[in-house]
């Protein structure tokens, strides 16, 4: 079947969506309308990648069987009360019904159902569209690199007994993606953490190569405490990889997921160690028990690090990037800051710094809300 320019059909947009909500690509979904990419691409963008709710009518609105009913009886000459007492309905309802719809001489059943349903089909002011105040909190938390998740709970906490000061994180996104409600600019999107301009259901897999390691010393050996997250110094770690193989190592320590960005000058064993040995030891003593690290060939002269150090290194089965669930959490939310295919040579410390003050004075779900610095603060002045 040929693709083609043309004006997508109801079935057409219901087919788009569901293949959208799985996970198909733009072209997938072209192939399979029979049209051009660029179509499909313009329903997505104009719903911000949202699926459109699917549409109902409530209980309290006729229905189309009620209308026919009501149809037949002025056809049979019957009296208003006597259709509403048979429906269950008000006579007013029906008056107002067939008023509407040109009188009882006129009255259809398919047209006037036909009318309504289009009629109900106005879209509801959004809740930050009706309060200002509300709005502009949301936007200045947004252009502070905070989530929609984060700032819904820091409303409900900011002001518990206010319900006019809640929104949700749904409605945040939708505001932000559906720019019809005119509330939140959209420019705001790109301090989101991956700063798509459309919502994409999550259909991705990625996988990284095991390299050779000798004397590695495997996770299932890490002491039960860092399993746990009972004791804070354990660190999981990685490196974040940008334009033409240059790269970073990022640190995260396990309890209170406090972050520590490392700039590298290459992705050599040696430079990788010698650069996590100066940062890691000048942390407090207590801060110093162990590192998780993945299958790396970066990580091959781990035992250095360790006699250096004092800090084990634990290595993840292979394929296993949940073992380091925290640095694997981590690093998505470094990609708002450091996109696919950036130069991280051209970026310093000072400035590696200051995207790691962002995310350690962030609150955290997982924290009940309160942020890595402000835990790891408290847990480090109660082990002295």
Request: net charge positive.
């Amino acid at each position: 079947m040929g693709r083609h320019y043309r004006r997508l059909t109801a079935a057409d947009r219901a087919v788009l969506w569901t293949r959208w909500q799985r996970g198909d690509t733009l072209l997938e979904i072209s192939q399979a309308l029979g049209t051009f990419k660029s179509n499909v691409w313009s329903e997505v963008q104009r719903r911000g990648g949202l699926v459109p709710p699917r549409r109902t009518r409530a209980p309290r609105v006729l229905q189309s069987a009620e209308r026919e009913e009501i149809s037949r009886g002025l056809a049979a000459g019957e009296s208003l009360r006597t259709i509403a007492r048979r429906l269950g309905r008000a006579p007013s309802t029906l008056s107002r019904e067939i008023r509407r719809h040109g009188g009882a001489r006129r009255y259809r059943a398919s047209p006037a159902d036909a009318a309504a349903w289009t009629r109900a089909r106005r879209p509801k002011v959004c809740k930050l569209a009706q309060h200002p105040a509300l709005c502009q909190r949301v936007a200045e938390a947004l252009a502070h690199d905070w989530s929609p998740e984060q700032i819904a709970q820091w409303l409900r906490m900011s002001a518990p007994d206010d319900p006019t000061q809640y929104v949700s994180p749904e409605t945040i996104y939708r505001t932000l993606y559906v720019q019809a409600r005119g509330a939140l600019k959209r420019e705001l999107v790109t301090h989101l953490r991956h700063g798509q301009h459309y919502r994409r259901p999550r259909a991705a897999h990625a996988g990284r190569g095991q390299g050779q390691l000798v004397g590695r010393v495997s996770i299932a050996e890490r002491p039960p405490a860092a399993d746990t997250r009972a004791v804070p110094g354990h660190w999981e770690g990685d490196l974040l990889i940008g334009q033409r193989g240059t790269q970073i190592a990022t640190l995260v320590e396990r309890q209170s997921r406090f972050v520590l960005l490392i700039r590298l000058a290459g992705a050599d064993s040696g430079t990788v160690v010698d650069a996590l040995t100066r940062h890691i030891t000048r942390l407090p003593h207590a801060l110093q028990q162990s590192l998780t690290w993945d299958q790396g060939k970066e990580m091959a002269q781990h035992q250095r690090f360790t006699v250096d150090t004092g800090i084990q290194v634990y290595f993840c089965d292979p394929h296993s990037p949940w073992q380091r669930g925290s640095n694997e959490n981590t690093n998505g939310l470094l990609r708002q800051y450091f996109p696919k295919g950036t130069d991280l040579r051209r970026v310093t410390q000072p400035q590696l710094d200051a995207v790691a003050l962002k995310l350690n004075t962030r609150p955290r779900k997982t924290l009940d809300w309160q942020t890595p610095a402000a835990v790891l603060a408290a847990t480090v002045a109660s082990t002295g």
